[in-house]
């Protein structure tokens, strides 16, 4: 069995200039960005090239940049490291990262994932802009504290959920702009760290309910099939190969925690024990080195 993971950045992985040097250096990373300014109809690689930064955060545009981004360093893999290609045996993603694990194996084309990604995003800032919102992580907080700031604002009347469970002593919330500011000071009071995220809104809650229909919708729309390696899902840290179930999955992870932690760990579980992050920053090896200090993590990126 395999004991080699790719893992795939979520949103806020995306800077200026992110896999730009790739595609000076790689024909087919080239003809990646060039394939999706075409199914997009608009220069994409623009934005990730030169931005600027507030054009490529928006979560309609971050969304194919960072899926796009990140082909283009399995391109890299294919050009530096191409047995890395054959040893991989998992995959897994980030939130958005899920979809470029999927699409990478094979459970649905390049071109359709970038639909599909283009369209989730447009309905997730659609729902931001619905409903005033965002994201506050926790840091330096046990899952009981957090669960007890959760508990506390709720039962104040306000809106706020747990939205990614990273790793130990980072967790994310998400809620209105009311349960946000509450949630800061709860976890001060606790003894934690908020810090406030640069997104939209409140992602996986049920603040994004309105965006699972235009998701499940274009998910209708794009041929799924089996993926040729397990893809642990964000919902419930499990493979799966049925392709409506994995509609099923995707639709959910919109408002559903991001069990991120334990996607790892289930890995790890699988005997996994080589983990290669692919796509733009390092923000996976920082987490992957506080879910487990040994774990062995590489970013390939051109991140530098």
Request: overall charge negative.
């Amino acid at each position: 069995m395999s004991n080699v993971a790719f893992l795939f950045p979520g949103q806020g992985a995306q800077h200026v200039g992110m896999a730009k040097s790739i595609c000076e250096r790689l024909p087919e990373a080239k003809r990646l960005f060039e394939r999706a300014n075409e199914v997009l109809g608009f220069d994409l690689a623009k934005l990730c090239f030169e931005g600027p930064q507030e054009q490529l955060d928006k979560t309609d545009v971050s969304q194919p940049a960072l899926y796009l981004s990140s082909f283009a360093c399995l391109e890299l893999v294919k050009a530096e490291k191409p047995e890395l290609l054959e040893r991989c045996g998992f995959a897994a993603g980030l939130s958005l990262g899920e979809y470029t694990a999927l699409a990478f194996a094979g459970a649905m084309t390049f071109e359709d994932g970038l639909r599909v990604v283009r369209r989730r995003g447009q309905a997730m800032q659609a729902a931001a802009n619905a409903t005033p919102s965002g994201m506050v992580s926790a840091l330096l907080l046990d899952d009981a504290k957090v669960d007890s700031v959760v508990e506390q604002a709720q039962a104040a009347g306000l809106r706020l959920w747990t939205a990614n469970y990273l790793c130990p002593g980072n967790t994310v919330l998400s809620g209105d702009k009311a349960g946000c500011e509450a949630a800061q000071k709860l976890i001060e009071d606790a003894g934690g760290r908020p810090v406030v995220l640069a997104v939209a809104g409140a992602f996986h809650t049920e603040i994004m309910q309105s965006a699972v229909g235009s998701l499940t919708e274009v998910l209708e729309s794009v041929a799924l099939q089996a993926p040729k390696l397990p893809v642990i899902s964000n919902v419930d840290a499990e493979s799966h190969s049925d392709p409506t179930d994995i509609r099923g999955i995707l639709a959910k992870q919109v408002v559903n925690p991001v069990l991120w932690e334990k996607c790892v760990r289930k890995l790890m579980a699988s005997s996994v024990t080589e983990f290669y992050e692919i796509g733009p920053g390092k923000v996976l090896k920082g987490l992957m080195k506080r879910i487990d200090r040994k774990a062995n993590c590489e970013s390939i990126n051109d991140t530098p």
